[in-house]
């Protein structure tokens, strides 16, 4: 067997068994043995029958003293009891008629499963059950899919463990000794199949550190991209963006005036700009990245901004018009939904000079958008993008200006690392006379009262957002979903407006309501999560959010960041539902307080696993087995390394470093591979 062989090369994976694995990310050899358990059962030590509570997870020794078979509504029940030389319990299985077989009286096995209790008898309903082998210890738990059994996936593991040997090293080994790694071979075998725990720890160590240097060598590699220091474009420093900043009718704040002069430095240098504007919901990153659209206009250069969302590129796109124009600045859109037509007439504004700003979703980085004479990028939202759309934006240009924003307040050890190569303006003041949203969380029995309360506030001239997890009903999980509660609002809600709005549906019906709601024709907009980036409609001032139990710290603070854009007091009112424990402190630092930096840190420390903090906010791939939130200290030891590894092989050609470069290509994804 080969490494990079397919998995069909193992007994028991026909065309079926492939197609599930695939599912998993696994298609070779390669694949299967760096999938990795979810978690582990403790099957180290066999549990006296007796000496049994209900509820834990355990492994007996007991002989099958009776078995029989019964009906149980329309289910087929076996039904085993089971002893050992301290006492009984009863082993249940349903519809299991292959086990009924494989299962003997009279013969012993080991048992594991969760105890539970039936009418004062102990019982274990369908545990995993084998001959002893003598083999103890933990056992793998594999992420599973359909048409794939945790016992089949384990023995394919076991099958594969004969190409460990051919793995290499991802790492020299001077710098495994330095970082105390362990090797790769003993690592694979104790990750899949640990013999104690110290093992399975070190293992872990290995491969978490791994995953971490693939991911910041990715990003440096990127950043040797991005970085080209000298031939970049200088700006005329004679240009002034006063003209613009005075037609706003608001003064900048301290911060913004800060950002602004911060840029037009790097744009009138000689070096490229790399900035990324991290400012919390509502700070006014919008003035900033326009004073800077307006330098790179008036030096004589095209401007491109994209917007993760098209709702938001048409928001983006009406203020830039209302703004620009009036400078005799011209603004174009470009976005997916666009008709044929309307799109050939923009691509050729865009490549003749016509179109100056350029606002638009990712539809902005496809080949046939061509510039003339790009000198200024923006992303806004940036978390939002991943590492490659970003550099495609870039490379439209011949070296142009790169401008990221930001409202996901990351703790700083994390920037860092994950941001070191970018120049970071921070707007850490809010424009005047905001006050903060006053929330507060209540139980979904106290809806009524909400609705009253929405009521007062829109009789005296506001409007209110109501957002809900799900777009429709589901059976499967038990949320509000938008439209139901769209139904009951418009029921409990007669004589006001009330609109829905959701991913799902057309563009054209999107804008339609985004534009009604911004007008003030609708006074209750129940939505999604659609509107939880950017979108800026200053007189909305209550933010209902349905379920809110369901949702993270970052996400409700973005979705609470939608009101409070006026002068309007505006409200937050989270609609909890059950009484997780997490839930319950996310909602009390939600009332406490409307300071985003605040509320990342906070939601490092309660996080649950995968939540939240995921990789996603910040536009990185998936992890697999590393959580950059609880791994911090193993980031910054990997990126001590990348910057190590790339010093001496910028390019990773060596043979030294096939392995690393092989896996940064698998995780950043193929069209990477075109940056290194
Ligand atoms: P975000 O940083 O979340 O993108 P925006 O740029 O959308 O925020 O700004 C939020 C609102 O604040 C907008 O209505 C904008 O016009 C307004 N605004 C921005 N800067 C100021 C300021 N210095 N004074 C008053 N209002 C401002
Ligand atoms: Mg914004």
Request: hydrophobic fraction near 40%.
């Amino acid at each position: 067997m080969k490494l990079q062989e397919s998995v069909t090369s193992l007994r028991g994976v026909g065309p079926k068994k492939a197609e599930a694995l695939a599912r998993l990310g696994i298609e070779t050899l390669e694949d299967l043995i760096l999938f990795f358990p979810k978690s582990y059962e403790d099957r180290s030590r066999v549990i006296d029958i007796a000496m049994l509570s209900v509820g834990s997870k355990c492994l007996i020794k007991g002989t099958v003293i009776r078995k029989h078979e019964n009906r149980y509504g329309r289910k087929q029940r076996l039904v085993l009891k089971v002893a050992d030389a301290t006492g009984g319990i009863e082993v249940v299985f349903f519809n299991a008629g292959y086990i009924t077989k494989s299962v003997m009286e009279g013969e012993e096995y080991l048992f594991y499963g969760q105890v539970s209790e039936n009418r004062a008898h102990l019982q274990m309903i369908h545990p995993a059950f084998e001959k002893d082998d003598g083999r103890r210890g933990l056992v793998p738990v594999y992420p599973l899919t359909k048409g794939i059994s945790q016992s089949e996936l384990r023995k394919l593991e076991n099958q594969a463990r004969e190409v460990y040997s051919q793995t290499q090293e991802l790492l020299p080994s001077e710098m495994l000794e330095a970082g105390r790694l362990c090797p790769i071979g003993y690592a694979l075998n104790n990750i899949h199949f640990p013999v104690e725990k110290q093992a399975l720890q070190e293992a872990r160590y290995r491969f978490i550190f791994d995953e971490l240097l693939t991911l910041q060598t990715g990003l440096f590699a990127v950043r040797q991209n991005m970085r080209n220091k000298d031939n970049g474009i200088s700006f005329d420093s004679s240009v002034s963006v006063e003209e613009y900043v005075d037609s706003l009718g608001y003064k900048l704040t301290g911060a913004q005036r800060r950002c602004i002069n911060e840029i037009t430095a790097d744009l009138e240098s000689s070096r490229v700009m790399n900035r990324l504007v991290q400012g919390d919901v509502g700070s006014g990153k919008t003035a900033v990245a326009e004073a800077a659209m307006f330098k790179t206009v008036r030096c004589g250069f095209q401007a491109v901004l994209m917007a993760p969302t098209e709702i938001l590129a048409k928001q983006h796109y009406e203020g830039f018009k209302s703004r620009f124009e009036k400078h005799g600045i011209s603004v174009g859109i470009l976005t997916g939904s666009m008709g044929a037509a309307a799109r050939r007439d923009t691509l050729e504004k865009i490549s003749d000079g016509r179109i100056q700003i350029l606002v638009g979703t990712h539809a902005v980085i496809q080949k046939d958008v061509v510039f003339c004479r790009l000198g200024l990028v923006i992303t806004d939202e940036q978390h939002r993008f991943g590492v490659n759309q970003r550099t495609a934006l870039k490379a439209k240009g011949d070296n142009p200006n790169v401008l990221v924003m930001t409202a996901t307040p990351i703790p700083r050890t994390l920037a860092v690392i994950l941001y070191g190569d970018l120049d970071v303006s921070v707007i850490d003041e809010m424009p005047p006379g905001r006050r903060s949203v006053d929330t507060k969380c209540v139980s979904d029995r106290e809806r009524a009262a909400v609705y009253d309360f929405v009521e007062d506030q829109l009789r005296s001239g506001g409007q209110a957002y109501v957002v809900a997890p799900l777009i429709e009903e589901s059976e499967a999980v038990d949320a509000r979903s938008a439209e139901e509660v769209n139904e009951e609002l418009n029921e409990r809600f007669k004589s006001y407006n009330v609109a829905l709005i959701h991913g799902a549906m057309k563009q054209s019906d999107k804008d339609r309501i985004m534009n009604e709601f911004a007008a003030g024709d609708i006074d209750i907009l129940v939505a999604t999560v659609v509107i939880e980036v950017g979108i800026n409609v200053p007189n909305a001032s209550v933010m209902v959010i349905e379920n809110a139990e369901r949702f993270g710290l970052a996400q409700l603070h973005q979705l609470r960041g939608r009101v409070g854009r006026g002068d309007r007091q505006s409200y937050c009112r989270l609609i909890m539902c059950g009484n997780s424990e997490v839930a319950r402190m996310r909602g009390k630092i939600m009332e406490e307080s409307c300071d985003g930096f605040y509320i990342a840190e906070e939601d490092l420390k309660l996080r649950g696993p995968g939540e939240i903090f995921g990789t996603r906010q910040h536009g990185l791939p998936d992890l697999n087995i590393a959580d950059l939130a609880r791994h911090v200290n193993i980031l910054s030891h990997a990126k001590e390394c990348a910057v190590e590894i790339l010093r001496e092989d910028p390019e990773l050609s060596s043979e030294r470093y096939s392995m690393l470069r092989r896996r940064i290509v698998k995780l950043f994804g193929e069209d990477f591979a075109l940056n290194l």
